[in-house]
């Protein structure tokens, strides 16, 4: 799994039940997201990259870099087999987002790596 792009299309390579590979493209509008330009999902320090993080994770989900965290987060759940359809893999990603679920797996991580990190 590589990454799907808010930006434009994907191409897309998907090993189905059966050991087939089914080849489509795939849009962000298909899932119900807008597109955004490159220049949206640009980062900067790391301290704003945090900040970004915990802002598209949490409360403030929505902008691009939330939609391509969501559209990304919804297909990884979709091939885990934990949504029937890229859809609503999405759609679950968004609704963990909105309701800090996500941050709140994110800062346990951080949490465990720091305390990890000070032994």
């Known amino acids: ?63 691009a870099v939330g939609r391509a965290v969501q559209y990304n987060a919804g297909a990884a759940i979709y091939v885990a087999g934990r949504a029937p359809t890229l859809a609503a893999g999405v759609l679950e990603a968004g609704r963990l987002m909105r309701e800090g679920a996500a941050l709140a797996k994110v800062e346990a991580f951080i949490a465990a790596t720091q305390a990890e990190a000070s032994r």
């Not at 962000?28 to 220049?39: K, M």
């Open 1 to 63: 799994l590589d990454e799907l792009a808010l930006t434009g299309e994907t191409q897309v390579a998907e090993l189905v039940p059966g050991g087939q590979v089914r080849r489509y493209t795939l849009s962000p509008g298909e899932v119900g997201l807008a597109r955004c330009q490159p220049g949206e999902l640009r980062g900067g320090d790391a301290a704003e990259n945090a900040a970004m993080l915990r802002a598209c994770l949490g409360a403030e989900a929505g902008g």
